[in-house]
């Protein structure tokens, strides 16, 4: 019905359908094939039309157990930060991430938190659970007996369609109809690859099969129809652990503590254990891969492409997600870059310098303000011979004891004309296991 209504409204085809008559009289067989091929083209676009009710459907059956999250700033009484949240338990439990309610958890005397159902009504809420390493939060507000959104394991296939809801941009609920694509390549983090439109506001709103079970959260897009979506285990895990708990978190900085801990330890042990394998670089061998979910990336050039003072050749390996604490505190990542230097005409003092510039241009691959982390603590010197310069600096996080920020950045020399600037970067790890990667990092890389 569809393709006859185009066709209608276009004369030119009045002529081909005039012919098409006139040929169908002549050819009464014909009449037959004409209206298999006619039922075919529509039993070819019902599935559309089958996509547009599903969505539709999901909807309007799922829309109550949806919630708006705000962050209210108390002072002026407006709204900070915003997102996305979903009945997950009958006594008014809901799921949303981490990061929508991260204000709170940082300045709980500054901000206080609200959810508004799709049909306006502000609940207050109180925090249950966090899970800083996935990006998830459990909040609760008084409720009995209320219906809920059933959470599946159940395994799906790449291509079955999936629907994203949420309130984009602060415009009211809405359903954005998307493509499951598997779990994400060369991430530490797993996430869900998402084909579809996750916009801000959205964040912490369910994503449901067709049949309204909860696949997976909404967390982080990438623009471009490519969405991540935080795993449905994972929410059931921290489910699972507020259940055991038996009561609600009192001390937020202390269960981040714990979370940053442990998983630095599953992190580091990872990458330790692994086979680090090397290629060259010029005259030098280095990292070639740590691990698979911190990728690498070459990159060439001159000083000049006319004159072409000096050669560059850059790698660098650094994993496509970190962890979230708050807008200024990321940490959770391995970061490592080699530069190589081939001097072309360049005096010794112009090649040193530009030595130098790189040298002490390193630094940090995560963000972290003075209120996070106390000032960097340096050991520089030669090490190995004079050729080889060395610096290892060390800064505390403040408020969980135990783990720091690590930059190691080294300088190497060769009768002038060619050097190496070997840097790395490990964020929210504990001293020993920082020192273990240090002395492997040192081994590994040789220059005969």
Same mark, same amino acid.
């Given at each position: ?71 209210? @700033? ?32 940082? @300045? ?14 502000? @609940? ?28 599946? *394991? ?159 050749? *850059? ?15 990321? *940490? ?47 050991? @520089? ?68």
């Amino acid at each position: 019905m569809l393709l006859s209504g185009n066709l209608i409204g276009m004369p030119e085809y009045a002529g081909l359908y005039f012919v098409q008559y006139m040929f169908m009289k002549l050819n009464p067989g014909y009449v037959n094939l004409y209206r298999i091929t006619v039922l075919c083209w529509l039993i070819c676009l019902q599935p559309l039309s089958v996509a547009a009710d599903t969505a539709q459907e999901l909807f309007s059956r799922n829309a109550d157990y949806l919630y708006q999250i705000k962050v209210i @700033e108390k002072l002026s009484g407006r709204k900070s930060a915003i997102g996305s949240g979903f009945l997950v338990r009958g006594n008014g439990l809901i799921a949303t991430n981490y990061h929508v309610i991260s204000k709170f958890i940082h @300045e709980p005397d500054k901000y206080y938190l609200q959810a508004i159902s799709v049909s306006n009504k502000i @609940e207050s809420v109180s925090v249950e659970d966090i899970d800083v390493i996935n990006d998830l939060a459990l909040i609760k507000f008084a409720a009995k007996g209320r219906p809920f959104l059933q959470i599946t *394991t159940r395994a799906m296939r790449k291509g079955d369609p999936i629907y994203s809801l949420g309130n984009p941009l602060d415009l009211g609920t809405a359903v954005v109809p998307g493509t499951y694509n598997g779990f994400t390549k060369q991430s530490f983090y797993q996430r869900i690859h998402f084909t579809g439109s996750i916009n801000p506001g959205m964040s912490g709103g369910p994503v449901l099969n067709g049949q309204g079970q909860v696949v997976g959260i909404n967390v982080a897009t990438a623009g471009n129809q490519i969405g991540f979506l935080v795993v449905a285990e994972k929410l059931i895990k921290l489910l699972n652990e507020y259940d055991s708990r038996g009561s609600r978190l009192m001390d937020y900085q202390q269960r981040i503590h714990q979370q940053l801990i442990k998983n630095q330890q599953i992190l580091m042990n990872t990458v330790l254990s692994a086979v680090w394998k090397t290629s060259a670089l010029g005259e030098a061998q280095v990292l070639r891969e740590i691990a698979p979910f911190i990728p690498c990336w070459g990159d060439k050039g001159h000083s000049n492409k006319k004159k072409k003072k000096y050669l560059s050749v *850059t790698i660098s390996c650094k994993p496509k997600e970190t962890i979230y604490i708050h807008s200024g505190f990321r *940490t959770g990542m391995i970061e490592v870059q080699y530069n190589w230097l081939e001097n072309i005409s360049l005096n010794s003092l112009q090649f040193y310098a530009l030595l130098e510039k790189l040298y002490k241009g390193a630094g940090p691959g995560n963000r972290a303000g003075e209120k996070d982390v106390t000032e960097y603590a340096c050991y @520089e010197g030669f090490i190995n011979s004079p050729d080889e310069r060395t610096v290892l600096c060390s800064r505390a996080y403040k408020k969980y004891q135990g783990l720091f920020d690590i930059i190691y950045i080294s300088a190497t020399v060769s009768h002038n004309d060619k050097g190496l600037i070997s840097h790395f970067t490990l964020s929210g790890v504990e001293k020993p296991t920082a020192m273990r990667f240090t002395r492997r990092f040192m081994e590994t890389r040789q220059w005969n």
